[in-house]
């Protein structure tokens, strides 16, 4: 059972580029999430879906957009990196009911120079 | 300032000691509080999860949320060399939209020693 995927697991750009992080769940959840981690700051709310065909800014939006291509699919892209991008990208999924569990991917390690 | 406050560590404590861990916050509409674990270079997972006040307990696992005093505490009786890892705590408010938008302490880093 695969759970959530996320794709790449380590990338290193160069300022100005542009990327695209792919995930996607096999568990048939409503919500899906991205979340940055940064140290001493904790997991921080980029965007989120909280159903098909809909997405919402979260905490930290500002040069990321995303897309919920389908169910199972939401993709997170920096069109334009800045090394304050630098940071470990999760994303996450949830039924989307108040049973206060998230699954996490094992996170994408992006680099920004 | 941060919503939620979460002491870093590292916590470094010996096989078989009770591990203490804690958080603070300042949003009073906050009203489910949760522990995930997360082991190195892997994604979070949860561990325990609390509505409102109170204790719960499972297994060697133990979470308490005092909302008067804003703070929530997690407690590992009997820890492992297993149990180490980074500990975050996480909350959010009661409506259904805010499922998900969790508010996530730094973390503290736990080692336990054989």
């Known amino acids: 059972n695969a759970g959530v995927t996320q794709t790449p697991k380590f990338q290193v750009l160069k300022t100005g580029q542009s990327m695209t992080l792919q995930c996607a769940q096999d568990?048939?959840?409503?919500?899906m999430y991205w979340y940055r981690q940064d140290p001493g700051m904790g997991l921080r709310l980029i965007y989120y879906?909280?159903?098909?065909?809909?997405?919402d800014k979260g905490e930290v939006p500002n040069g990321y957009n995303v897309s919920r291509l389908n169910k199972r699919e939401f993709s997170l892209r920096l069109e334009s990196a800045a090394p304050s991008q630098t940071s470990v990208y999760f994303c996450?999924?949830?039924?989307?009911?108040?049973?206060?569990?998230?699954?996490f991917g094992e996170g994408s390690r992006l680099t920004v120079l | 300032q941060k919503e939620v406050e979460q002491d870093p560590g590292p916590l470094s404590v010996p096989e078989g000691a009770i591990v203490s861990l804690n958080c603070t916050y300042s949003?009073?509409?906050?009203?489910?509080f949760m522990w995930y674990r997360q082991y190195s270079r892997k994604g979070p997972e949860l561990l325990m999860y609390?509505?409102?006040?109170g204790n719960k307990e499972d297994g060697r696992f133990t979470a308490q949320v005092d909302k008067s005093s804003k703070y929530i505490s997690l407690f590992i009786r009997d820890s492992q060399p297993s149990d180490s890892a980074t500990y975050l705590c996480?909350?959010?408010?009661?409506?259904?939209?805010?499922?998900?938008?969790?508010?996530f302490g730094a973390g503290t880093q736990v080692v336990v020693t054989p």
């Open positions: 879906s909280a159903s098909e065909g809909t997405t």
């Open positions: 568990m048939n959840h409503n919500s």
């Open positions: 996450a999924s949830s039924t989307g009911g108040g049973n206060g569990e998230l699954f």
């Open positions: 996480a909350m959010t408010t009661s409506t259904t939209d805010s499922w998900g938008k969790l508010q």
């Open positions: 949003n009073s509409a906050f009203q489910y």
């Open positions: 609390t509505y409102s006040s």
